[in-house]
């Protein structure tokens, strides 16, 4: 399995700010992946993030709203952007360890 | 599109009973599904899984049942229990340029009433 953490565990941003979130994994891993769960909805893939390579964006999301850093094997940062209250979601951490996907707790974000 | 259709979208039952929910998929390049179970407040967690190899797979009281030619899965909860109430997703994944991209259910909320 998969230990993962995720900072903040949610958060209230005003619109038109930023936020940063955080994830951090117990062990390497080459592959991390960002999701979002809006309210009472599925998991949506937002990019896959490979260390020492740009993040792959999911159709939909792009790179100036949701930019991501994938410093280390063990770590990555999603940031929101220019939030809006459409951006409320709880968003989701998440890597592939021997063909199965563990997540992180998520984040609750609600943009007012 | 949505590439992985689940139902019901929640599903009550009594306690004892059986849970199932069921899944369909369209895409055969799909070669692994998996079923996550989520608590308010938390993330995922893998459940249980099949490959498209198998029919059947059974862990506890859980069971995914699989039709390839129907490209149908469905998962049962046996001898339901309240600890049991949370939102069921399930998901089916292809290779993608070297790692399984994961495509999800809408997800079940299931209630166990005592």
Redesign the interface.
Known sequence: SAV?SQKPSRDICQRGTSLTIQCQVDSQV??MFWYRQQPG???T?IA?ANQGSEATYESGFVIDKFPISRPNLTFSTLTVSNMSPEDSSIY?C?V?RS????????T?LTVT | QQQVKQSPQSLIVQKGGISIINCAYENTAFDYFPWYQQFPGKGPALLIAIRPDVSEKKEGRFTISFNKSAKQFSLHIMDSQPGDSATYFCAASQNSGGYQKVTFGIGTKLQVIP
């Open positions: 993962i080459t592959m909805q599925s998991l893939l896959t989701l998440s592939s063909g199965e996907q563990y997540f992180g707790p998520g609750r």
